[in-house]
């Protein structure tokens, strides 16, 4: 991982907005636009992808293709993003390439095309396996299809599939989450991917808090859910690598890696942000004024900003400590040893030869990693 360098993808094209989503993404309705921009959009991808591969002479390690909803692309549609990437940066021997997938936008055939055509690797949208939970998160798949399409991807011959749990949903109970795990496990993946319901400002959700429709998600059903989950996937023989993540040995997935070891990577589709040595940029959300910009010969970079060394410190300190191979202790200053003596003396981390949380540390990494860095500030 030492030399890596990624490449992302954003395909900001849904069918339906989930309730709970505030990423760049549009429906139909949402883009205004009286033709289909499928066509317009690949397009303007490919012109991006040149334009990035003459300022970056490096083949992607691995490469991404988030929303979104690619799977919406199809398998030519996908097929051609992926060549794309071929014919502009190249792509490693041996590279991880992964793409995003809704359950209900796939099929047994999608997954043998996908194969074909180059991908190694399938993240699947499950959330939940409860209808009611999934109809308060307004998702658009039907309880049982995510494990279906899993199946199907193992079938078409894909060793490393991903599902996506989200967990702490209004209405759901510890015993969905249990039945979550156990159909997400008998489908044989070897990734599961774990996040806590997040109600963020402007989603339909937050407006649903905000009048008393929905409570707000609760800190200790949070912090029990969790620990379900980290218990099951542990039984189960997947080691978790990330606060977040969880995989069976050699399932990891190398791309997040990239993010959280603070590699480089280039983003290319609307709203994708990039990481070049110290520069952080980032392109126009909008389709329309990505493709305009992209058929007038301009890269698409709506800003940009050089990190500083403090802001390049904080970050490794922010990702380094929501891995499990934690960070080498030394990357903190003197002014934060004595709150890393008190975590530790708490039991929330461990100084191994690296500096670590604890299983117990891992429910509480967001506060302990803030409280660490105030004690770094207070040194200034």
Same mark, same amino acid.
């Given at each position: /991982? !030492?030399?890596?360098?990624?490449?992302?993808?954003?395909?900001?094209?849904?069918?339906?907005?989930?309730?709970?989503?505030?990423?760049? !993404?549009? &429906?139909?309705?949402?883009?205004?636009?009286?033709?289909?921009? !499928?066509?317009?959009?690949?397009?303007?991808?490919?012109?991006?992808?040149?334009?990035?591969?003459?300022?970056?002479?490096?083949?992607?390690?691995?490469?991404?293709?988030?929303?979104?909803?690619?799977?919406?692309?199809?398998?030519?549609?996908?097929?051609? #993003?992926?060549?794309?990437?071929?014919?502009?940066?190249?792509?490693?021997?041996?590279?991880?390439?992964? &793409?995003?997938?809704?359950?209900?936008?796939?099929?047994? %055939?999608?997954?043998?095309?996908?194969?074909?055509?180059?991908? !190694?690797?399938?993240? @699947?949208? /499950?959330?939940?396996?409860?209808?009611? #939970?999934?109809?308060?998160?307004?998702?658009?798949?039907?309880?049982?299809?995510?494990?279906?399409?899993?199946?199907?991807?193992?079938?078409?011959?894909?060793?490393?599939v991903n599902l996506d749990m989200i967990y702490a949903t209004p209405t759901e109970t510890d015993d969905d989450v249990?039945?979550?795990?156990?159909? $997400?496990?008998?489908?044989?993946?070897?990734?599961?991917?774990?996040?806590?319901?997040?109600?963020?400002? =402007?989603?339909? /959700?937050?407006?649903? #808090?905000?009048?008393?429709?929905?409570?707000?998600?609760?800190?200790? *059903?949070?912090?029990?859910?969790?620990?379900?989950?980290?218990?099951?996937?542990?039984?189960?023989?997947?080691?978790?690598?990330?606060?977040?993540?969880?995989?069976?040995?050699?399932?990891?997935?190398?791309?997040?890696?990239?993010?959280?070891?603070?590699?480089?990577?280039?983003?290319?589709?609307?709203?994708?942000?990039?990481?070049i040595g110290q520069q952080r940029f980032y392109n126009v959300k909008l389709p329309a004024r990505y493709i305009k910009?992209?058929?007038? =010969? %301009?890269?698409?970079? $709506?800003?940009?900003?050089?990190?500083?060394?403090?802001?390049?410190? /904080?970050?490794?300190?922010?990702?380094?400590?929501?891995?499990?191979?934690?960070?080498?202790?030394? @990357? @903190?200053?003197?002014?934060?040893?004595?709150?890393?003596?008190?975590?530790?003396?708490?039991?929330?981390?461990?100084?191994?030869?690296?500096?670590?949380? &604890?299983? *117990?540390?891992?429910?509480?990494?967001? =506060?302990?990693?803030?409280?660490?860095?105030?004690?770094?500030?207070?040194? &200034?």
């Amino acid at each position: /991982m !030492t030399d890596s360098f990624g490449l992302y993808i954003h395909v900001p094209f849904c069918a339906t907005r989930c309730g709970y989503c505030d990423f760049n !993404t549009y &429906t139909p309705g949402e883009l205004g636009s009286p033709r289909d921009l !499928t066509g317009p959009y690949l397009d303007a991808l490919e012109r991006e992808l040149d334009k990035a591969a003459e300022k970056i002479n490096r083949p992607a390690d691995t490469i991404f293709v988030g929303g979104g909803t690619p799977s919406l692309l199809g398998g030519a549609g996908l097929t051609r #993003v992926l060549n794309a990437a071929r014919n502009s940066f190249g792509i490693s021997p041996g590279a991880e390439i992964t &793409t995003e997938s809704n359950p209900e936008s796939t099929s047994p %055939e999608f997954f043998e095309q996908i194969k074909e055509a180059g991908f !190694t690797r399938v993240s @699947l949208g /499950m959330q939940s396996a409860s209808s009611h #939970v999934l109809q308060i998160l307004e998702r658009a798949h039907t309880p049982g299809r995510p494990f279906a399409a899993a199946k199907e991807a193992k079938a078409a011959g894909f060793d490393h599939v991903n599902l996506d749990m989200i967990y702490a949903t209004p209405t759901e109970t510890d015993d969905d989450v249990r039945r979550t795990l156990d159909l $997400a496990l008998d489908t044989g993946v070897d990734h599961i991917s774990a996040y806590s319901l997040i109600v963020e400002d =402007g989603t339909r /959700m937050a407006r649903k #808090v905000a009048k008393g429709e929905l409570p707000m998600p609760d800190q200790d *059903t949070m912090a029990r859910r969790y620990e379900i989950i980290a218990g099951r996937l542990d039984d189960a023989g997947f080691g978790w690598y990330e606060v977040s993540n969880w995989a069976k040995e050699g399932g990891e997935c190398r791309h997040n890696m990239i993010y959280w070891r603070d590699k480089e990577w280039w983003g290319a589709g609307p709203g994708a942000h990039s990481h070049i040595g110290q520069q952080r940029f980032y392109n126009v959300k909008l389709p329309a004024r990505y493709i305009k910009m992209l058929g007038e =010969g %301009e890269l698409p970079i $709506a800003d940009s900003e050089t990190l500083t060394a403090e802001e390049n410190h /904080m970050e490794k300190i922010m990702l380094g400590l929501r891995l499990r191979e934690g960070i080498d202790r030394s @990357l @903190l200053t003197p002014a934060a040893q004595p709150a890393v003596e008190g975590f530790i003396e708490r039991g929330l981390l461990v100084d191994d030869g690296r500096l670590r949380v &604890t299983n *117990t540390g891992r429910l509480l990494a967001d =506060g302990i990693i803030t409280d660490l860095l105030l004690a770094e500030e207070s040194e &200034t």
